[in-house]
């Protein structure tokens, strides 16, 4: 069964930094690409960063230089480093993956920032 399991959410100040996890079973990162989105109260899901297969990125213009989106192929665990994070960033994270027949959304994480 595939399952992906995120970490790393919490509170912080503005300015701060934050480094969220996604672990996966089930299926291989380094086989395909994975994404983050961002769900932030009342408005819809917003993709944030993607990494492909062959290690690639690309990001949202509202957190580029900001973010980064890595994976660790041993751990089969993509991560988003967080910095210089905003109030505006507040919102649940989801870790998500392409499947061939399917996507697979992990549970999301809640990520807030006080100003």
């Known amino acids: 069964q595939v399952q992906l399991v995120e970490s790393g959410g919490g509170l912080v100040q503005a300015g701060g930094s934050l480094r969220l996890s996604c672990a996966a079973s089930g299926i291989t990162f380094i086989t395909r690409a994975a994404n983050w989105y961002r769900q932030a109260p009342g408005k819809p899901r917003e993709l944030v960063a993607t990494i492909t297969s062959d290690g690639s990125t690309n990001y949202e213009d509202f957190v580029k230089g900001r973010f980064a989106i890595s994976r660790d192929n041993a751990k089969n665990t993509v991560f988003l480093q967080m910095n210089s994070l905003e109030p505006e960033d507040t919102g649940v994270y989801y870790c998500?993956?392409?499947?061939?027949?399917?996507?697979?959304w992990g549970q999301g994480t809640q990520v807030t920032v006080s100003s």
């Open positions: 998500h993956a392409p499947g061939r027949f399917r996507d697979y």
